[in-house]
């Protein structure tokens, strides 16, 4: 499963060996597996400034979480063409996102520990607003560039009606720069071919003989050229109407056509552009494994930086498009912040409820099966019921009515919890 569960316990004698008791329930019974997650020793502060960063950390993390779900579907719309490949370039520090999590290891380089932790905080809320202000540039540049193409491809998708001409006709289907000659072009119905061919000649006076051509058809009906002279063009007009046949108002601009071919070809290039499917997949030398268990995470805020391990060709990605280049660098700089603020999280909320000196073990469980998650929340409940009597008490046993107090599992847990799912993801 790609979801994990980040739990904290007081870090005393007893919890340590209620953790013990949780990993060997949890691993007899296949629930979940599970590893420390370490998280350093930070300035703690006062508790007020505690109770502040704990609000805004709750709101950053809400707003960290909506800001990847975009990145990722901006990932999905530009590799429209190849979304099979979507997960593998969604990646943080050049490893997946599930490997990320469960070797995490807080970048000390980028967020000391000796900072205040308002000032960590800061960091990391000022990193991902900027990411979010370039995601909005970028992908609004993108999605007016769509749209144009869209409209055009629409105009060359309709009827002989409708559509546009400039990709049907050439120069050879009319009589040009005639003082008295004209060539119209008029939308017969396919019924009525023979009928055209029978009667266009005599529909009106002055009609060159032998002028129609067919030069295009749909499902519908085709479109014929007619030449005659430029005195009868309304009688004509009036004439095939009677008959059922349709002249489409055209004039034969060649230089407008030409900007008209030059603009689709240039909106199709630079779509195309953004995204090139040559190597959208990751070098097959990229390694997911961790000899040591742990990843170091680069500094973050460079847009063209190569991830660990890799060249700057490697990183780019030999064929591969600027947005999407953008895409996945600053996704995984905002997954990496993302799980950083749930560290901190952990960390406040842990002080806040077990209180000082800073003592706690924080832990990451990912349950093996979405069916067991019931189970494993009654293990973990039961095993640290202790550490809030009253409020275990009524997960443990729905019968137990507690005035004024209502609690769910959902809603409260004597242990710290935090949870994050990666299939929001997909």
């Known amino acids: 499963m790609s979801e994990f569960w980040l739990i904290s316990a007081p870090g005393d004698k007893e919890n340590l060996q209620a953790l013990e008791r949780m990993n060997m329930v949890t691993s007899k019974s296949n629930l979940s597996h599970n590893t420390k997650f370490a998280i350093p020793d930070f300035k703690v502060g006062t508790l007020d400034s505690l109770v502040g960063l704990s609000d805004e950390l709750g709101k950053l993390d809400t707003f960290a979480e909506s800001l990847i779900k975009r990145m990722a579907q901006s990932v999905v719309e530009v590799m429209e063409d190849a979304k099979g490949k979507v997960r593998e370039n969604l990646l943080a520090n050049g490893v997946?996102?599930?490997?990320?999590?469960?070797?995490?290891?807080?970048?000390?380089a980028k967020y000391p520990a000796k900072q205040p932790l308002a000032s960590v905080v800061d960091t990391l809320a000022k990193q991902l607003a900027q990411i979010e202000t370039d995601l909005k540039s970028r992908t609004a540049a993108y999605n007016?560039?769509?749209?144009?193409?869209?409209?055009?491809?629409?105009?060359?998708?309709?009827?002989?009606?409708?559509?546009?001409?400039?990709?049907?006709?050439?120069?050879?289907?009319?009589?040009?720069?005639?003082?008295?000659?004209?060539?119209?072009?008029?939308?017969?119905?396919?019924?009525?071919?023979?009928?055209?061919?029978?009667?266009?000649?005599?529909?009106?006076?002055?009609?060159?003989?032998?002028?129609?051509?067919?030069?295009?058809e749909d499902k519908d009906g085709g479109l014929f050229t007619v030449t005659l002279f430029r005195k009868v063009i309304d009688d004509f007009k009036s004439?095939?109407?009677?008959?059922?046949?349709?002249?489409?108002?055209?004039?034969?601009?060649?230089?407008?056509?030409?900007?008209?071919?030059?603009?689709?070809t240039r909106l199709l290039s630079d779509k195309k552009q953004q995204y090139q499917t040559s190597c959208v997949a990751l070098k097959k030398g990229s390694s997911s494994t961790f000899p040591d268990h742990k990843v170091k995470v680069t500094p973050l805020g460079h847009p063209d930086r190569p991830?660990?391990?890799?060249?700057?060709?490697?990183?780019?990605?030999?064929?591969?498009?600027?947005?999407?280049?953008?895409?996945?660098?600053?996704?995984?700089?905002?997954?990496?912040?993302?799980?950083?603020?749930?560290?901190?999280?952990?960390?406040?909320?842990?002080?806040?409820?077990?209180?000082?000196?800073?003592?706690?073990?924080?832990?990451?469980?990912?349950?093996?099966?979405?069916?067991?998650?019931?189970?494993?929340?009654?293990?973990?409940?039961?095993?640290?019921?202790?550490?809030?009597?009253?409020?275990?008490?009524?997960?443990?046993?729905?019968?137990?009515?507690?005035?004024?107090?209502?609690?769910?599992?959902?809603?409260?847990?004597?242990?710290?919890?935090?949870?994050?799912?990666?299939?929001?993801?997909?």
């Open 144 to 216: 007016a560039l769509k749209v144009t193409l869209e409209n055009l491809e629409k105009k060359s998708q309709g009827n002989l009606f409708t559509r546009t001409l400039s990709d049907i006709v050439s120069k050879e289907d009319f009589v040009l720069d005639s003082e008295y000659l004209v060539t119209l072009l008029v939308i017969v119905p396919k019924q009525d071919y023979a009928q055209w061919q029978k009667t266009y000649e005599s529909l009106s006076d002055m009609v060159v003989p032998r002028s129609t051509k067919l030069i295009a």
């Open 96 to 108: 997946d996102l599930t490997s990320f999590v469960t070797h995490f290891e807080w970048d000390m």
């Open 307 to 426: 991830a660990v391990g890799h060249t700057d060709r490697e990183s780019e990605g030999e064929g591969e498009g600027p947005l999407l280049r953008w895409l996945k660098v600053n996704f995984s700089e905002a997954f990496i912040a993302w799980v950083h603020i749930k560290a901190l999280r952990v960390f406040v909320e842990s002080v806040l409820r077990y209180g000082l000196p800073v003592n706690f073990q924080a832990v990451l469980l990912q349950p093996h099966k979405k069916s067991s998650t019931k189970r494993l929340r009654e293990v973990l409940n039961s095993v640290f019921r202790h550490l809030d009597e009253v409020a275990a008490a009524s997960l443990l046993d729905a019968s137990v009515e507690i005035p004024g107090l209502q609690l769910s599992n959902q809603d409260y847990f004597p242990y710290v919890y935090f949870h994050i799912d990666l299939s929001l993801l997909d």
């Open 239 to 264: 004439k095939a109407r009677a008959n059922k046949f349709m002249v489409r108002e055209f004039f034969y601009d060649e230089k407008e056509i030409k900007r008209e071919r030059e603009e689709m």
